[in-house]
């Protein structure tokens, strides 16, 4: 079992910056494609980013690419980020990371296995 917990989250002006992080216990996560999604109020959950398991390949969701990188620390196994950049009001969400139980990045919401609690990050203008 996975237990992943977000941080990093915060109110941040239009143009600022955040790094979100993702850290799993109970098992370790270097063999598991891992995502970021996130939920605006009112919004279904919405695919950010993606990596696999060595971070060798990425994804992202068009409204992010090119402001946002997810990477991961497979020295210590068990954290995953998201540096997110050039912030704009509609980047207000909660933002969810999650596991899933292959090796291969997933887009998909149901694909994943495993979620974190969220961290709301919230842009002003």
């Known amino acids: 079992q996975i237990q992943l917990v977000e941080s990093g989250g915060g109110l941040v002006q239009a143009g600022g910056s955040l790094r979100l992080s993702c850290t799993a216990s109970?098992?370790?996560?270097?063999?598991?494609?891992m995502g970021w999604f996130r939920q605006a109020p009112g919004n279904e959950r919405a695919f950010v980013a993606a990596i696999d398991w060595n971070g060798a390949n990425t994804d992202y969701a068009d409204s992010v690419r090119a402001r946002f990188t997810i990477s991961r620390d497979n020295a210590n196994k068990n954290e995953m980020y998201l540096q997110m950049n050039n912030l704009k009001p509609e980047d207000t969400a909660v933002y969810y990371c999650?596991?899933?139980?292959?090796?291969?990045?997933?887009?998909?919401?149901?694909?994943?296995?495993?979620w974190g609690q969220g961290t709301p990050v919230t842009v002003s203008s």
């Open positions: 999650a596991a899933a139980t292959g090796y291969d990045l997933q887009v998909q919401a149901n694909a994943y296995r495993y």
């Open positions: 109970g098992h370790a996560i270097h063999n598991n494609g």
